[in-house]
């Protein structure tokens, strides 16, 4: 995560001046003096204050110095500090950062410095405006409001902090995966290359035990990784992945399909880096929206370009999508799609099998624990009793689509939203442990 330079001072006329509620005060005082004074005492107290306070107006008239410190890349989901600083001589301020509606901030205004949380709750790039800045004059009776510094961008990156978790796991044989474990110890290669002294990371299923005996010290099998493998995320980004899933990504901003889908091929590309596999990427609906051939340490290229897509309303084409994978180097292919409407998943049934005949094809979706809870739940009346029936009958097309998709040679596999990630990733690994690449 970057941190954003300090905001320059912006060279702008003065802003508003406004009296205080301190100077509002004292004119109701002495406008009390008009009913027991002679009238020209309480004129010539309010003329003072007035003119005080147009003094202390013109004493902060100069923009203050502003220097917010915000990270430049943000991560959905993750809490990250914003810092403004105020530098306006040794007069009072209040300083008031505004944020767009799909960025949280708390606190979002304080006296002098302001150090607040800002949590993303959406994808995407975002403007973060100038702070607004109230100086108030020596004696409390003006002020001045300023805005002076520049607005921000904001890149609002996937789930990274999972992602790297995933890749951590991976590095440190920590992953565990029932399918990863059946042959060789991390699930990362089978070919045996060398036996050297045991450390302390390794994982116990790695340990020589005939070999630790002839040298009386603990020694590990070596395995060698099969690198330079292609692994393509093909991501739909048509109108079905802009389906809400049950997941919550903050109040009044729901996840949808395609946040998780994204959040699961960034950590699908970061496993990749960490192997030594080339990653790429297509993004599409009725188009190809974004393509990155395969190659060596590109997961943070595929980030990149992929981090701020959003839904369409189009159809999407997977026939496309597919043909602009092309025949070259075999390559583990994972579709991120929705295979909940059967209609919308005819297109995807009839071009699996040709993409399966050169890769291996994995086709990835979100399962919304909403609908299973439907029908695990007992019906309280006549509603949920329909709500249920409908629910069924979704979830009998999903799985003739899921077993036509198998039927092509693709494998299938579903998972609630915050585990899909572990769920594709280790698809990964199986494949590159049963030689499937």
Same mark, same amino acid.
């Given at each position: 995560?970057?941190?954003?330079?300090?905001?320059?001072?912006?060279?702008?006329?003065?802003?508003?001046?406004?009296?205080?509620?301190?100077?509002?005060?004292?004119?109701?005082?002495?406008?009390?003096?008009?009913?027991?004074?002679?009238?020209?005492?309480?004129?010539?107290?309010?003329?003072?204050?007035?003119?005080?306070?147009?003094?202390?107006?013109?004493?902060?008239?100069?923009?203050?110095?502003?220097? @917010?410190?915000?990270?430049?890349?943000?991560?959905?989901?993750?809490?990250?500090?914003?810092?403004?600083?105020?530098?306006?001589?040794?007069?009072?301020?209040?300083?008031r950062?505004?944020?767009?509606?799909?960025?949280?901030?708390?606190?979002?205004?304080?006296?002098?410095?302001?150090?607040?949380?800002?949590?993303?709750? @959406?994808?995407?790039?975002?403007?973060?405006?100038?702070?607004?800045?109230?100086?108030?004059?020596?004696f409390?009776?003006?002020?001045?409001?300023?805005?002076p510094?520049?607005?921000?961008?904001?890149?609002?990156y996937?789930?990274?902090?999972?992602?790297?978790?995933?890749?951590?796991?991976?590095?440190?044989?920590?992953?565990?995966?029932?399918?990863?474990?059946?042959?060789?110890?991390?699930?990362?290669?089978?070919?045996?290359?060398?036996?050297?002294?045991?450390?302390?990371?390794?994982?116990?299923?790695?340990?020589?035990?005939?070999?630790?005996?002839?040298?009386g010290?603990?020694?590990?099998?070596?395995?060698?990784?099969?690198?330079?493998?292609?692994?393509?995320?093909?991501?739909?980004?048509?109108?079905?992945?802009?389906?809400?899933?049950?997941?919550?990504?903050?109040?009044?901003?729901?996840?949808?399909?395609?946040?998780?889908?994204?959040?699961?091929?960034?950590?699908?590309?970061?496993?990749?880096?960490?192997i030594?596999?080339?990653?790429?990427?297509?993004?599409?609906?009725?188009?190809?929206?974004?393509?990155?051939s395969? @190659?060596?340490?590109?997961?943070?290229?595929?980030?990149?370009?992929?981090?701020?897509?959003?839904?369409?309303?189009?159809?999407?084409?997977?026939?496309?999508?597919?043909?602009?994978?092309?025949?070259?180097?075999?390559?583990?292919?994972?579709v991120?799609?929705?295979?909940?409407?059967?209609?919308?998943a005819?297109?995807?049934?009839?071009?699996?099998?040709?993409?399966?005949?050169?890769?291996?094809?994995?086709?990835?979706?979100?399962?919304?624990?909403?609908?299973?809870?439907?029908?695990?739940t007992?019906?309280?009346?006549?509603?949920d009793?329909?709500?249920?029936?409908?629910?069924? $009958?979704?979830?009998?097309?999903?799985?003739?689509?899921?077993?036509?998709?198998? @039927?092509?040679?693709?494998?299938?596999? $579903?998972?609630?939203?915050?585990?899909?990630a572990?769920?594709?990733?280790?698809?990964?690994?199986?494949?590159?442990?049963?030689?499937?690449?």
């Amino acid at each position: 995560m970057s941190t954003a330079a300090p905001l320059p001072v912006r060279a702008s006329r003065p802003g508003p001046m406004s009296p205080t509620p301190r100077l509002a005060l004292l004119l109701a005082a002495t406008a009390l003096g008009f009913l027991f004074l002679p009238p020209a005492l309480p004129a010539l107290i309010a003329l003072a204050l007035l003119a005080g306070a147009a003094g202390d107006a013109l004493a902060v008239r100069r923009p203050p110095r502003v220097a @917010r410190s915000v990270p430049g890349i943000l991560a959905r989901g993750v809490p990250a500090q914003v810092v403004v600083d105020v530098d306006a001589g040794g007069a009072a301020t209040r300083v008031r950062q505004p944020v767009p509606p799909d960025l949280d901030l708390e606190p979002r205004e304080a006296d002098g410095p302001l150090t607040a949380t800002v949590v993303p709750r @959406r994808r995407g790039r975002h403007a973060l405006p100038a702070p607004a800045v109230r100086v108030e004059g020596r004696f409390g009776l003006g002020r001045v409001h300023h805005r002076p510094a520049e607005e921000a961008e904001v890149l609002v990156y996937p789930d990274m902090p999972a992602a790297h978790r995933l890749v951590v796991a991976v590095r440190q044989g920590r992953f565990r995966d029932p399918g990863v474990l059946t042959r060789g110890p991390l699930g990362l290669g089978t070919d045996f290359e060398s036996i050297r002294d045991y450390l302390p990371d390794d994982d116990i299923r790695q340990v020589n035990w005939r070999a630790s005996a002839r040298t009386g010290r603990p020694m590990s099998n070596q395995y060698r990784v099969e690198q330079d493998r292609n692994v393509i995320c093909c991501i739909d980004a048509g109108r079905l992945m802009a389906a809400p899933v049950s997941a919550d990504a903050g109040p009044g901003v729901p996840l949808t399909r395609l946040d998780a889908a994204l959040d699961a091929a960034v950590a699908v590309v970061l496993v990749a880096d960490e192997i030594g596999d080339q990653a790429g990427a297509i993004a599409f609906d009725s188009t190809v929206r974004r393509r990155l051939s395969p @190659r060596r340490r590109g997961g943070r290229a595929v980030v990149e370009a992929i981090f701020d897509l959003e839904p369409t309303t189009a159809d999407s084409d997977y026939e496309l999508a597919f043909r602009n994978i092309g025949g070259g180097k075999r390559a583990l292919v994972i579709v991120f799609t929705d295979l909940l409407e059967e209609g919308a998943a005819r297109s995807l049934v009839e071009a699996v099998p040709v993409l399966a005949r050169r890769h291996h094809v994995v086709v990835a979706g979100v399962r919304d624990p909403d609908l299973d809870r439907a029908v695990r739940t007992p019906p309280s009346g006549v509603r949920d009793v329909l709500a249920a029936s409908v629910v069924v $009958e979704a979830l009998d097309a999903r799985a003739r689509v899921v077993a036509q998709l198998r @039927r092509g040679g693709a494998e299938v596999l $579903e998972a609630p939203p915050d585990q899909l990630a572990a769920a594709c990733v280790g698809a990964y690994l199986r494949a590159k442990a049963r030689s499937r690449l």
